[in-house]
């Protein structure tokens, strides 16, 4: 009882992390969006989508072979080191790249905001490594300080600019490095004592298998977001600007998503793997009640929301919101299956099909988006997102001899997610009158 109340508790601190972080981004995205209008916003996105594409490709999905070595605890330290070190060499090297090739295609907004974006990726890709060691610990409470401060460092001081009215295309790029940056300190402290000396031999085993996974990790990153630039080559910024509001309104979806599969990761890691395919099956049965639940309250939601939130000129956001939908709730259970897969050791398959659902991703916004424009690519991200989920699903069944009916939510998911929310609503209405400010997130651990 006592570790389930432990459990519980570390889930409303998540969850309550993220709608802080929540909060501030909105603020953050609609003061830009309001300020740069859709296309200063458009070169934003596709800027920041892809410096956070170099920092996927250089982080070199250690993540995944830290799952698989988890348990041996002795290795714990060595992870740690290598995950830092290679982390920041392969990063900067990843950062490198991605500056040539925009040198020799063109920087759409200029080479130095490209590389003001870029030279933050080397602490982008060692703070994603490290930040996968404390969560298979189950830190979960410095992974929390680490997402409100990369908030804050990017809401901060954008406000401060446009209070000012000096906010501007250079200014927002320059929040979102500093963004990437601070947190890689605040993890690097949180892991102390660290050595930088790298285990030679577990550091040429982690690239042989997470090497295996990065391909296709690379390929899914690229799923989610081929879009933006292939929008802004075929179409516009502006229509990027428009695009990009739909698809952040809809990653609303993801904190109760994340928070679930952040929570069950440490037992997919250790656990055995008949307890691990149970495990999987209760988190994407949560999964699905609560993003299918998000979901419909944001598209009912949206025909008033964005022009309100954003101005007139996003209110062409909610057409692409409303094709993105039914994609949103499929993808949100990929994560949780893979990481499943992970401890099946079968890279080559997940790799293929990562890849081969790319391939119908780019042919998909190549036909679609000269003709419907954002609109396009919203209904080619919903079919490739629900044609991954369906494919990575129907594996796990296969692989776990599951029946697919084990997948649908019960009665158990109803009430694990009804309970808590009357019992918040009942406890807000008891004690409102006489403690108006005792219920802040620090105090869920009751």
């Not at 428009?242 to 890691?269: D, G, H, N």
């Not at 919101?321 to 499943?340: D, F, K, N």
Request: proline share 5%; charged share 15%.
């Amino acid at each position: 009882m006592k570790v389930m109340t432990s459990s519980a508790a570390l889930a409303l601190r998540t969850l309550a992390t993220r709608g802080v972080r929540l909060g501030l981004e909105t603020v953050t995205g609609v003061i830009i969006a309001r300020t740069l209008q859709p296309e200063g916003r458009g070169v934003y996105a596709v800027i920041s989508t892809a410096a956070f594409a170099a920092v996927v490709v250089g982080h070199l999905s250690l993540e995944k072979s830290q799952i698989a070595l988890w348990e041996d605890r002795s290795r714990h330290p060595a992870l740690a080191t290598n995950g830092l070190v290679l982390g920041l060499i392969l990063g900067s090297l990843s950062a490198l790249g991605a500056l040539g090739i925009v040198a020799l295609l063109g920087a759409q907004g200029g080479l130095a905001l490209w590389a003001l974006a870029l030279a933050a990726v080397p602490l982008g890709a060692a703070s994603v490594n490290l930040n996968g060691i404390m969560t298979l610990q189950s830190r979960m409470d410095v992974v929390n300080r680490k997402s409100l401060l990369a908030a804050l460092a990017r809401c901060l001081p954008i406000l401060a600019l446009a209070a000012l009215g000096h906010l501007t295309l250079t200014g927002v790029v320059a929040c979102w490095a500093l963004s990437i940056a601070l947190p890689f300190v605040l993890v690097v402290g949180g892991m102390r004592p660290i050595r930088l000396r790298m285990d030679r031999a577990l550091v040429r085993r982690q690239l042989s298998l997470s090497g295996r996974y990065h391909v296709g990790w690379v390929a899914l990153y690229l799923i989610v977001t081929i879009d933006v630039p292939l929008l802004s080559a075929l179409d516009s910024p502006s229509a990027v600007g428009i695009y990009t509001v739909a698809v952040t309104i809809m990653t609303l979806t993801r904190i109760p998503c994340e928070t679930i599969t952040q929570i069950v990761l440490p037992k997919q890691a250790s656990c055995d793997v008949e307890e691990a395919k149970h495990v999987t099956v209760r988190a994407l049965r949560l999964m699905l009640l609560v993003s299918s639940g998000f979901v419909v309250v944001l598209v009912a939601a949206s025909p008033w929301m964005i022009p309100l939130v954003y101005g007139d000129s996003f209110a062409g956001s909610v057409a692409p919101l409303l094709a993105l939908a039914p994609g949103t709730v499929a993808l949100m259970l990929v994560r949780a299956v893979e990481q499943h897969l992970v401890r099946l050791e079968r890279p080559s398959t997940m790799t293929a099909v990562s890849v081969g659902v790319l391939c119908a991703n780019v042919l998909l916004n190549l036909v679609m988006i000269p003709r419907w424009g954002a609109v396009g690519a919203a209904v080619a991200s919903t079919v490739t997102y629900a044609a991954l989920a369906a494919v990575e699903i129907t594996r796990f069944a296969r692989l776990t001899g599951l029946p697919a009916r084990a997948l649908v939510p019960g009665r158990a998911e109803v009430h694990s997610v009804v309970k808590p929310l009357m019992a918040a609503a009942s406890g807000n209405s008891r004690h409102a009158p006489r403690h108006p400010a005792s219920h802040r997130p620090d105090s869920y651990s009751e």
